[in-house]
T-cell receptor, first 113, second 112 residues
């Protein structure tokens, strides 16, 4: 079946440093979504990327979708304590009946003030 | 605002009990999903439903069943709870496939 690998599993950064998490799929994706889960909370949708090579920005967050639509990254510039949480990518495969998302295992971000 | 609610935040059950987890969404979404979340394993899909009375197995359906009698309600059933089903259970909904999913607050189930 489809697999979505996400690295690193954990990342500890000093406040103000940058952070990147990477996502790789074993198959070509129709789209990829990113979610954030705060400690004790539930996943909350951040963004969806659909086009090959797409880059989207949300303030300090930059999301990229690879040219082959098999990999993606999330980069946070100048982390803040409010960025703490686990970031998940979730890939939607191409083709008929592709209802489900396959989630990566997530990257847990800790920010040291 | 989309709201997805789950019947309990915390639940403790005994091995062998039948367990019902309820999920309700208020946005007339077509699709509903049940995931379990375990440390180091991320979110794994148990079952999903794309219409009333329709259901599809996800990646880990063994030991679970589901029911969707009304569009807004999706139930997860553990026929005979076992200790390896101790987990966080998350319900989600989306208005169409391939678009963002809205998650409920989760139910932390402990089976003793």
């Amino acid at each position: 079946g489809q697999q979505v690998m996400q690295i690193p599993q954990y990342q500890h950064v000093q406040e103000g440093e940058d952070f990147t998490t990477y996502c790789n799929s074993s198959t070509t994706l129709s789209n990829i979504q990113w979610y954030k889960q705060r400690p004790g909370g539930h996943p909350v949708f951040l963004i969806q990327l659909v086009k090959s090579g797409e880059v989207k920005k949300q303030k300090r967050l930059t999301f990229q979708f690879g040219e082959a639509k098999k990999n993606s990254s999330l980069h946070i510039t100048a982390t803040q304590t409010t960025d703490v949480g686990t970031y998940f990518c979730a890939g939607q495969r191409s083709g008929a009946g592709s209802y489900q998302l396959t989630f990566g295992k997530g990257t847990k971000l800790s920010v040291i003030p | 605002d989309v709201k997805v609610t789950q019947s309990s935040r915390y639940l403790v059950k005994r091995t062998g009990e039948k367990v019902f987890l309820e999920c309700v969404q208020d946005m007339d979404h077509e699709n509903m999903f049940w995931y379990r979340q375990d440390p180091g394993l991320g979110l794994r899909l148990i079952y999903f439903s794309y219409d009333v009375k329709m259901k599809e197995k996800g990646d880990i359906p063994e030991g679970y069943s589901v029911s969707r009698e009304k569009k807004e309600r999706f139930s997860l059933i553990l026929e005979s709870a076992s200790t390896n089903q101790t987990s966080m259970y998350l319900c989600a909904s989306s208005w169409f496939y391939g678009v963002e999913q809205y998650f409920g607050p989760g139910t932390r189930l402990t089976v003793t």
